[in-house]
């Protein structure tokens, strides 16, 4: 249970909130009451919540969920992954971005290279008003998938992302392989399901929304082939085993996760894409 406030001592906290006042701060006028620590902060935190939501919903905006968050800003540069150790190579808060390094052995990489050749199909986009796959100029790889839990190698993988990430396997959707040949490229998009396309109801009702993505690189193209995130002017260099995670806590631009495969200049590019969903995904 949060100790409730007193309505004054609220806005007092909001508005130094909103001065930018450091937490501190804001707690202070709760311990010289006699709060506890803890006390004091859990009712901060809520007071500062109750206002972001109230904010988003005056704007017109949908709510924020709660995401996967691998790793504070100047943490742990190496991350115990279950069965691995993966480095953390660059950490973005906005759009909320990190770059993993290591994420797969070159043996996996290479297995699921050559699971997948030989199931490759072109691969789809979600048709906004049906929400069902439909083959688009905007999307020129060729494309396969694995089931969730189909293989030791898969649910390998798919523990290590669930221990990196804290984030339960049953709510990952199927991993999803692509592969690029030159010129091939994933124009720029959102992965989330945007709530104003009829289409997007019937995917949501499988798990919610999609909250966070991880493109696993599975080789290193030789020339081109990043994956770039336009509003932020950053883009991260397809590397064999990296991986690059970016999560969005609503289906809004404002998350600055527009983000598109650019095309491959030279060789060929192999991914794997693990989305991950709100709740359980069957
Ligand atoms: O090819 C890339 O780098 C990005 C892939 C992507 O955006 C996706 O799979 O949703
Ligand atoms: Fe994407």
């Known amino acids: 249970m949060t100790r409730e406030i007193a309505p004054s001592t609220v806005e007092w906290i909001l508005a130094q909130a909103r001065a930018g006042q450091p937490p501190d701060v804001l707690l202070k006028p709760l311990l010289d009451e006699g709060w506890s620590e803890d006390d004091a902060v859990a009712a901060v935190e809520a007071a500062v919540r109750d206002w972001a939501a109230t904010g988003s919903r005056d704007a017109g905006l949908p709510p924020a969920v709660r995401v996967p968050s691998p790793v504070e800003l100047n943490g742990a540069s190496v991350l115990r992954a279950g069965d691995r150790d993966v480095t953390v190579l660059a950490n973005l808060l906005l759009p909320r971005v990190v770059v993993f390094g290591g994420l797969l ?61 804290d984030w339960p396997v049953e709510n990952g959707e199927a991993m999803q392989i692509l592969r690029y040949g030159p010129g091939a490229q994933y124009r720029p998009h ?31 193209p030789a020339h081109g082939g990043a994956t770039t995130f336009p509003d932020a002017h950053f883009e991260v260099a397809a590397v064999k085993g990296n991986a690059v995670f970016f999560s969005y806590d609503r289906p809004h631009p404002m998350t600055r996760t527009l983000h598109a495969g650019a095309p491959v200049l030279d060789g060929e590019k192999w991914i794997a894409t693990k989305w991950l969903r709100e709740g359980r995904h069957d």
């Open 190 to 220: 959102h992965d989330y399901f945007d709530p104003a396309w009829p289409g997007s109801t019937k995917q949501i009702a499988r798990g919610g929304q999609r909250v966070a993505s991880l493109v696993m690189y599975l080789n290193t």
């Open 105 to 165: 052995s070159d043996v996996e990489c290479d297995e699921l290279v050559v699971l997948s050749r030989p199931k490759l199909q072109r691969s789809t986009i979600l048709d906004p008003d049906t929400g069902d796959d439909a083959v688009h100029v905007d999307r020129t790889s060729a494309g396969t998938h694995f089931p969730r839990g189909g293989s030791a190698l898969v649910r390998r993988i798919e523990a290590r992302i669930a221990a990196l990430l």
